[in-house]
T-cell receptor, first 111, second 113 residues
Framework: SQELEQSPQSLIVQEGKNLTINCTSS?????LYWYKQKYGEGLIFLMM?????EEKSHEKITAKLDEKKQQSSLHITASQPSHAGIYLC???????????FGKGTLLTVNP | DAGVTQSPTHLIKTRGQQVTLRCSPK?????VSWYQQALGQGPQFIFQ???????QRGNFPDRFSGHQFPNYSSELNVNALLLGDSALYLC????????????FGAGTRLSVL
């Protein structure tokens, strides 16, 4: 069974709208990493969360990790076409080596 | 400051052949991880190299092997290619003690015919 679930699978929003992407882990996270990927290209690191209740922001993107360290959300405020792409969450469950990724959320922002 | 670089960008092989993919890590990084990403899926961990040794391996057969050189660059070798090996192969580099933040290259698109 999938140990890291992302929702929704895809999302279409109008430019200027806010949106949220969720990532749920089946077990306690040591670290949670958010990446963005343009189709067929490499992953761009966005943010890393490690502490329960932690929240980080970069420009118009905010990521949070819940207190139990099993769920994270990525929130984009006033979306722009440049935000379009695939958002992936990656879990570190304490191995300190590999990341396990969700299937990704495809975001389309219509101008 | 160059990021993670991978070569080649695209590759077409036939079943049964062997392939070698190359990766140069970001400056200052000493650890290289390889991932396979099938269409519509998230990347799957193949293995990680540190100090020229394979430190951890994902659920991939022995046909997948690797190497890390003294300058920290790395190669991924796949023998006896199958159609199912067609995917985007991503290399990521990181530095020990820096929160395991992995920085990815643009990938090598492998097509097996």
């Amino acid at each position: 069974s999938q140990e890291l679930e992302q929702s929704p699978q895809s999302l279409i929003v109008q430019e200027g709208k806010n949106l949220t992407i969720n990532c749920t882990s089946s077990k306690t996270l040591y670290g949670l990493y958010w990446y963005k990927q343009k189709y067929g290209e490499g992953l761009i690191f966005l943010m890393m969360l490690q502490k329960g209740g932690e929240e980080k922001s970069h420009e118009k993107i905010t990521a949070k990790l819940d207190e139990k360290k099993q769920q994270s959300s990525l929130h984009i405020t006033a979306s722009q076409p440049s935000h379009a792409g695939i958002y992936l969450c990656g879990a570190d469950w304490g191995s300190n080596y590999k990341l396990t990724f969700g299937k990704g959320t495809l975001l389309t922002v219509n101008p | 400051d160059a990021g993670v670089t991978q070569s080649p960008t695209h590759l077409i092989k036939t079943r049964g052949q062997q392939v070698t993919l190359r990766c140069s890590p970001k400056s200052g990084h000493d650890t290289v991880s390889w991932y396979q990403q099938a269409l519509g899926q998230g990347p799957q961990f193949i293995f990680q190299y540190y100090e020229e040794e394979e430190r951890q391996r994902g659920n991939f057969p022995d046909r997948f092997s690797g190497h890390q050189f003294p300058n920290y660059s790395s190669e991924l070798n796949v023998n006896a290619l199958l159609l199912g090996d067609s995917a985007l192969y991503l290399c990521a580099s990181s530095s020990q003690g820096k929160g395991n933040i992995q920085y990815f290259g643009a990938g090598t698109r492998l097509s097996v015919l």
